[in-house]
């Protein structure tokens, strides 16, 4: 079987990280997990993306088909999977389709029929869908969760409207936003949490939370597990924090204009998600010249990824301390 065009793998495996789980089979010794794999590649009509997967033998490590997978990802490009703590449920955020048919996907060309599926995960691995989710704004990037499993967390390129950016910019019609759900720990079923902060007209909570314009990417730090999730919400960072031993960067071109270079940034990130999920994108420059680059990165990453853009045809160039 061949894959390609992959764009996130779920792990779940005995004694993995917190999002891993595990089934015991009828020999005590022996314990068997799952990998899922989400991709573009479908032979379906729908042009749905698909989930497939591997059973693993923990004591070798060998990787074998589950019957019953693929399955749709229940919607197009699927860009992230997340496997709460426990091992019941994987949600899919899928982007959905640019306008245009070109991405990065943006106000001016949003992306169609983005959703987050909800999957049970059954007794032989298989998943099965249970329902379908949407974010309050529009084009979702990225998608986290707690590390209790009750909330997660969603991070949407464009605010569905302008209104509530100015509480975060003085003066901004325009801001991306996090939609926060809570989740059923029986069902898995999501439930949206409201920014007490905010009150629409009506009356009622506004049910996104507002920042600034042009997010990239977020992380949930340890200690805001615990906390409330407005808490939770109004931490979320909107770039990865740069660890001690991470001062390389990756260079994915030069433009003459911000926004060319922002939207490079964004391109990489959609089209290179494993290799730089740790990375922090920016723009670097002025006057006709702005570098699209991604900081953070230890020297063995950056140079992999720089490698591998490369071979993919785009320009990068790369550099830092050890």
């Known amino acids: 079987m061949k894959f390609r065009k992959f764009g996130k793998t779920v792990l779940t495996a ?4 917190a999002i891993a789980f595990s089934l015991s089979s009828c020999v005590t010794s022996f314990t068997s997990g799952y990998i899922y794999v989400t991709g573009t590649v479908t032979a379906t009509p729908t042009g749905n993306g698909i989930i497939s997967g591997f059973k693993i033998d923990n004591n070798t490590g060998k990787l074998t088909t589950m019957h019953g997978l693929p399955v749709s990802s229940g919607g197009a490009n699927p860009v992230r999977a997340v496997l709460l703590a426990g091992g019941r449920f994987v949600y899919v955020l899928n982007q959905g389709t640019p306008t245009n048919g070109k991405f990065p996907c943006n106000a001016n060309n ?8 909800e999957f049970v995960v059954g007794g032989n691995g298989v998943l099965t869908a249970q329902g379908t989710f949407y974010t309050q704004g529009s084009n979702p990037i990225r998608m986290v969760s707690d590390t209790s499993g009750n909330y997660l967390y969603i991070l ?7 209104q509530y950016c100015g509480t975060i910019v003085t003066g901004a019609t325009e801001c991306g936003d996090i939609t926060v759900f809570k989740v059923d720990g029986t069902t898995g079923r999501l439930s949206l949490v409201s ?10 909570s506004v ?11 977020l992380v949930l730090t340890r200690a805001a597990a615990h ?10 960072t909107v770039a990865r924090a740069i660890a001690d031993t991470r001062h390389w960067w990756v260079q ?7 926004d060319a270079a922002r939207q490079q940034i964004e391109a990489v990130s959609h089209r290179f998600a494993r290799l730089f999920d740790n990375a922090e994108g920016s723009v670097d420059g002025s006057g006709k010249a702005y570098r699209a680059v991604f900081n953070g990165l230890s020297e063995q990453a950056a140079r992999e990824a720089c490698s591998t853009v490369k071979d ?3 320009p990068c160039i790369t550099g830092g301390r050890a």
């Open 110 to 117: 949003p992306c169609l029929n983005s959703n987050v599926t």
């Open 14 to 17: 005995a004694l993995a990280s």
């Open 207 to 217: 049910t996104y939370f507002p920042l600034p314009a042009d997010p990239i990417d």
């Open 252 to 258: 994915v071109g030069e433009f003459r204009s911000r």
């Open 195 to 204: 920014n007490a902060q905010l009150t629409a007209s009506s009356g009622s």
């Open 227 to 236: 906390a409330s999730p407005v808490a939770n919400a109004t931490s979320l």
């Open 312 to 314: 993919h045809g785009v």
């Open 156 to 162: 949407d390129h464009d605010a569905p409207s302008g």
